[in-house]
């Protein structure tokens, strides 16, 4: 009998999903299997399921597709009931409905079902709709991956962002494991989000893109860049040569000083865009460098969000190089999952000016800020304290409250309030202007009214006005036109708030996934790579379950040490630790760390396979194998599986102060356990919190969950060196009873 393929069954499963009314072309099925099992998924990240009776791998080896030999019908019958029957009661499929055509909406009258009786286009789909069909996310399937936009141009906000084309493009890529984010921007300028799993597949779909964005995500690192620009050319006395020399000078040296690295002219590489005599200066600079390790910064962020973050180089040449010189860098890109345009791409608004490398003999990937060689190393940034607080203090003077000028502005103001704009109020927000002036302008004119509601043409202003008395950031349209019905003129109108000007950092929630689950369903044949696959051709929806699922199948697999889990009481917390336990491969030695001797109760009430550290702490010690006495809570071989309240970690200790590493740790209500061990009145609570570390750190496995997990846990962990993976975010909100 020949050896069996998953391939047989795919091409099967793909007809089982046709009969459940999900949308697939069987030639592109055809076509597709040839590219989907190009790249092979390390065997380490095999799930296998149980069929019949027979362990049958799941992930699929390269080949071709053929014809299903009659005598598989059996099997593939039998297979494709278990893959069907995966979806839980409870846990529905994203409903893909019948493919439609894009249009733009001007006004209200238009997006009432204006998605219904459209020409129906292959290969798109509608993801998510709500506010009865005035707004829709929308999935296409071109250029070899799936891209996502908003169906309608009306100025319409989604209940929940992560509904939205960015939020369902940053899920997909996270389940599909990819790398690289991109925006595709139409002759319009209206925007679609994508990604490819790394630079040369996405290099090979897009290279005849003439509008594309790279995404500079949230979290990930980045090589150093700049960004600069100016309305009216290059000042006086200066060309494109002596600002360039000008420019290296100061890197070079900022470069030795600051990151004590050595830097050489052929790490420069500059992307000019040519508007013609007298227009618009515009220039990328990207540094590649290319040793045993490329150097890269953590993140493309601003100082004051990221002290490690790529802004700030740009905030030092800002204070070593001349005024005029320096307005010419755009302070304002260093905001999260910043759209770069890519180099050979032009805007829509100039598509006959496209970004060219000045030296068109250097490799693209140079010139591409997130394009990285296959060993990268972080640089080392020097922070100061005052630089890193400063510009988040609250005024305190009596000058300090007024509203601030173009004169006084710093960096984080201006990109605040570019990020406030796109977030709040135009997606399509730029800059305009010198590099520290809050005039902003946005593209999608029709798509996006006016805050008042009018509908402006040509390249109309917003004006921030920031106060810090009040921490607050306002958009005022500077438009005297009247409108004809109304009689309003926006300049007359109120200022429109925007938001807060000082945040929260919270680098914790960068490439989180965001769920809704009553309860955290495990179930690891979910997210199976058959499921995957099915998904990237667009036959099976995204859902919260196997968004969950795929993230702790890779935990599970090694991609990362610690899960880290944000979810409400209520909603399954203990359970999932129970299923976790009973996976392959079983833990042996398992601590669970508590922050209250009750809380150390109930969780031995829930685990009764667990020793309870109060009780072992009542027993006297025994002589080991190699005649040593062992007391009970230090003891692996008859009591592998503890429960440990944190005040009592180092009791782990044997006589030698040695302690075997644990296959789990479980940080039960882990925000309540590092709160505990910041308390003053914790005594030896330094001591303690070491050795918690030490113990994370030779751990295999490491999951956290709290109802209010957040940047606490994240920093604890990271900043320990313990690798973590995508917060899970369970937005679900238990109802409660409410008593009389």
Request: aromatic share 8%.
């Amino acid at each position: 009998m020949a050896a069996y393929s998953p391939l047989f069954d795919l091409t099967y499963l793909i007809q089982a999903e046709k009969e459940e009314r999900l949308f697939f072309d069987a030639k592109q099925a055809h076509n597709s299997c040839l590219v989907m099992f190009e790249h092979k998924v390390p065997s380490s990240r095999r799930i296998l399921q149980n069929v019949g009776g027979k362990r049958l791998a799941s992930e699929a080896s390269a080949g071709n597709c053929s014809q299903r030999p009659t005598w598989r019908r059996g099997l593939v019958k039998k297979r494709r009931c278990v893959i069907l029957s995966q979806e839980s009661k409870e846990e529905q499929p994203v409903d893909i409905g019948p493919p439609v055509d894009r249009v733009r909406a001007t006004d209200r009258s238009q997006e009432s079902g204006f998605a219904q009786g459209q020409a129906q286009t292959p290969g798109r789909v509608v993801v998510h709709t709500e506010q009865d069909g005035a707004v829709q996310t929308v999935q296409e399937n071109k250029l070899g991956t799936a891209f996502f936009s908003k169906l309608s141009r009306a100025k319409l906000h989604y209940q929940d962002p992560k509904n939205g084309p960015q939020g369902f493009s940053k899920r997909y890529a996270a389940l599909c494991d990819h790398t690289v984010e991109l925006h595709l921007l139409d002759h319009k300028g209206y925007r679609s989000y994508g990604s490819y799993q790394n630079w040369p597949t996405a290099r090979d779909y897009t290279s005849q893109q003439p509008f594309l964005e790279e995404v500079l995500v949230e979290g990930k690192p980045c090589k150093p860049f700049l960004d600069m620009e100016r309305d009216r050319g290059l000042p006086q006395g200066e060309n494109l040569e002596s600002v360039i020399s000008q420019f290296e000078d100061a890197i070079t040296k900022i470069f030795a000083e600051d990151y004590a690295v050595e830097i050489q002219e052929r790490d420069f590489n500059w992307v000019h865009c040519d508007y013609g005599p007298g227009g618009k200066f515009s220039v990328h600079l990207v540094i590649s460098t290319h040793g045993p390790r490329q150097l890269v910064f953590r993140s493309n962020l601003a100082p004051n969000v990221d002290p490690q973050g790529a802004g700030h180089l740009a905030r030092r040449l800002a204070k070593v190089l001349p005024p005029t010189l320096a307005d010419l860098i755009d302070q304002s890109v260093y905001t999260r999952n910043r759209g770069i345009r890519m180099p050979g791409c032009a805007k829509p608004s100039r598509p006959n000016c496209p970004l060219r490398p000045l030296d068109p003999t250097k490799p693209y990937a140079d010139s591409v800020i997130t394009w990285f060689d296959e060993e990268i190393d972080f640089i080392k940034v020097p922070v100061l304290v005052p630089d890193a607080v400063r510009q988040q203090r609250r005024p305190t003077k009596p000058a300090e409250m007024a509203v601030l000028s173009a004169t006084n502005l710093d960096a984080y103001t201006v990109q605040r309030c570019l990020e406030l704009l796109q977030a709040r109020l135009h997606p399509t927000a730029y800059k305009r202007g010198a590099s520290r002036a809050l005039n902003f302008s946005w593209t999608d004119r029709e798509g996006e009214p006016c805050y008042t509601g009018h509908t402006h043409s040509g390249v109309r202003d917003l004006l921030c006005v920031v106060n810090e008395a009040q921490n607050a950031v306002f958009a005022k349209c500077s438009s005297e036109r009247k409108d004809s019905t109304t009689g309003v003129c926006c300049k007359e109108q109120p200022a429109h708030y925007l938001g807060r000007l000082y945040e929260d950092v919270e680098t914790w929630k960068a490439g989180a996934i965001e769920i809704d689950m009553r309860y955290l369903e495990r179930d690891p044949l979910a997210a199976g790579p058959m499921d995957l696959q099915l998904i990237r051709m667009s036959s099976k929806g995204m859902t919260d379950k196997i968004l969950f699922n795929n993230v702790v199948n890779r935990w599970q697999a090694g991609e990362f040490q610690a899960l880290l889990v944000r979810s409400p009481m209520g909603t399954g917390k203990s359970e999932l630790v129970k299923r976790i336990k009973a996976e392959e491969p079983v833990p042996q030695k398992i601590l669970l760390v508590t922050y209250r001797q009750t809380q150390a109760s109930d969780a031995h009430g829930k685990n009764p396979e667990f020793a309870h550290y109060a009780d072992l702490k009542a027993l006297p010690s025994q002589l080991n194998e190699q005649g040593d006495f062992v007391a009970p809570l230090a003891d692996r071989v008859r009591f592998p599986k503890v429960i440990v309240q944190v005040d009592s970690l180092y009791h782990l200790l044997d006589e030698s102060k040695v302690v075997d590493s644990f296959d789990l740790v479980i940080l039960d209500e882990s925000e309540s356990n590092l709160a505990h061990l910041s308390a003053d009145t914790l005594s030896n609570r330094h001591r303690i919190a070491n050795f918690l570390i030490e113990l994370l750190c030779q751990a295999k496995r490491i999951i956290a969950l709290d109802g209010h997990l957040a940047q606490r846990t994240f920093d604890f962990l990271t900043m320990s060196g313990i690798p973590c993976g995508p917060v899970v975010i369970n937005n679900h909100l238990p109802e409660r009873t409410i008593c009389d």
